[in-house]
Structure formats: structure tokens, C-alpha cells
T-cell receptor, first 113, second 113 residues
Framework: ELKVEQNPLFLSMQEGKNYTIYCNYS?????LYWYRQDPGKSLESLFV?????AVKQEGRLMASLDTKARLSTLHITAAVHDLSATYFC?????????????FGKGTKLSVKP | DAEITQSPRHKITETGRQVTLACHQT?????MFWYRQDLGHGLRLIHY???????NKGEVSDGYSVSRSNTEDLPLTLESAASSQTSVYFC????????????FGNGTRLTVT
């Protein structure tokens, strides 16, 4: 069975702190996407990770992919309130086409002053 | 600017009625997708299309149908609406089915009474 597990599912953190969101998946995948969703809004793409060892950074967010460990991480550095949102990972299985994307359940991040 | 538009934004319908949700994109993308988002389930794929006249079933396709007669549109039809189909529906498109991110519409909130 294909499984994508994100943890934590809920994360409350203070501004200025660092934290990591984990995305584990159950079978081979060599590409993975991260998306952000603000409350009541649509999803926007954050990162596309296309190979083992890929690392992408944008502002205070950095994503990495370890295909051997079946793990991706989203690291938050010095969090600010504007990062409050729900973050989804989505690995692609069975050849990597987007018809085989499976989304995690999301990590709801709340950054407090 | 290119965009992806869903209509209506909100819809209330009765059990047993046929409902069609519209999705129109001006990206000229070949790949289009329909997802539903429910609390506790993340996003789940309903149907997708990799080009005109191509349609494929996703994880939760029962009770839904799509057709693709042109590049820009992928309407989603609920043949006989059920209360279990109350959800938020997102349409998405992508340039490359393997390597590019999904661009999401703003969603349609459907309530079946």
C-alpha cells in the first residue's frame, strides 16, 4: 500500500525558532513536491525535488530529498508569522508521472510572536 | 497572465442531482487534474488527463466523470450527487507530467444536501 506520512501534523512554534517537517513514504520514488496552502486558499508550489540528494532553498525554507531513506524534510529557519500555513509533501510513484502523485495529509504550522 | 479558473466557487445541490464543475486554464498545459480535499485526508486524485481525448481514473473516481475535448477545459461531472461528495474540489494543470509543479485553481466548495 502506498503511504505518505507527514509529521508532525500540527506544529506551533515561536517566531525566531527553527524546526523541521518530515515526509516519509512507503515505496520507491525519485521525485517529490512541496506545496503550501493558506487557510481557505489554493495550493502553491514551493519546491520540486527531482533526484536523490536534491536540496532547494527559498528564503527561510529549505527542502531536501533522500530517496534511499524514502524521506524528505522541510526545514524552517528563524520562523516568522508569514510562514503560518499548511504544508503538503507529494512524492510521485511508479515512474514518476503526476498521475501517481500521493499527497501527505499536511502539516499545519502556526508561528506565534 | 496565464491562469486556471474554476467555477462556480460555491455550489449547493441536492442528493441525486447531476452537477458539473468547470475548470479552464490558459497555460496551454496538456496535463490537467481534479482533486478533492477533505479534513483528515489531504488531497486525493479523482481523474486526470494528459491531453485532448485522454482521461484516466484516480484514487477516488467512483461517482465522477471527466471528458477532455480541448486543451483548455476539463469539466468534472458528478453523475448523481451524494452527501459523501461534499468537499472542496481543486483543479490543477502542469506543463510537464514528470518534472514541473502543479498549478492549482482556487477551488470549488460543493455541498450536497
Amino acid at each position: 500500500e502506498l503511504k505518505v506520512e507527514q509529521n508532525p501534523l500540527f506544529l506551533s512554534m515561536q517566531e525566531g525558532k527553527n524546526y523541521t517537517i518530515y515526509c516519509n513514504y512507503s515505496t520507491t520514488s525519485d521525485r517529490l513536491y512541496w506545496y503550501r496552502q493558506d487557510p481557505g486558499k489554493s495550493l502553491e508550489s514551493l519546491f520540486v525535488l527531482l533526484s536523490n540528494g536534491a536540496v532547494k532553498q527559498e528564503g527561510r525554507l529549505m527542502a531536501s530529498l533522500d530517496t534511499k531513506a524514502r524521506l524528505s524534510t522541510l526545514h524552517i529557519t528563524a520562523a516568522v508569522h508569514d510562514l503560518s500555513a499548511t504544508y503538503f509533501c507529494a512524492p510521485s510513484f511508479y515512474g514518476g508521472s503526476q498521475g501517481n502523485l500521493i499527497f501527505g495529509k499536511g502539516t499545519k504550522l502556526s508561528v506565534k510572536p | 497572465d496565464a491562469e486556471i479558473t474554476q467555477s462556480p466557487r460555491h455550489k449547493i445541490t441536492e442528493t441525486g442531482r447531476q452537477v458539473t464543475l468547470a475548470c479552464h486554464q490558459t497555460w496551454n498545459h496538456n496535463n490537467m487534474f481534479w482533486y478533492r480535499q477533505d479534513l483528515g485526508h489531504g488531497l486525493r486524485l479523482i481523474h486526470y488527463s494528459y491531453g485532448v481525448h485522454d482521461t484516466n481514473k484516480g484514487e477516488v473516481s467512483d461517482g465522477y466523470s471527466v471528458s477532455r475535448s480541448n486543451t483548455e477545459d476539463l469539466p468534472l461531472t458528478l453523475e448523481s450527487a451524494a452527501s459523501s461528495q461534499t468537499s472542496v474540489y481543486f483543479c490543477a494543470s502542469s506543463r510537464d507530467r514528470y518534472n514541473s509543479p502543479l498549478h492549482f485553481g482556487n477551488g470549488t466548495r460543493l455541498t450536497v444536501t
